[in-house]
């Protein structure tokens, strides 16, 4: 995987987190990822674009 995909963790700063599940794709075309923090071990997902990768943390339910 490319440097520039690997998204730190947004709790922490972790740059090692892990890809725990690909969701699909949201309706903008951008893939949906499940990523896991092996630091502090906080869940949170991406919508990655060939482009530029940015984080949305979900609410918690
Ligand atoms: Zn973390």
Redesign the pocket.
């Known amino acids: 995987m490319p440097d520039r995909l690997k998204l ?7 740059r090692n ?1 892990a890809v725990q599940q690909t969701i699909g794709c949201d309706e903008a075309g951008n893939m949906v990822r499940k990523r896991v ?6 869940g949170f997902r991406t919508y990655e674009t060939t482009k530029k990768p940015y984080l949305v943390i979900p609410p918690r339910n």
């Not at 923090?37 to 906080?42: A, K, T, V």
């Open positions: 730190p963790c947004k709790f922490c700063g972790e987190t923090c092996p630091d502090c071990g906080r």
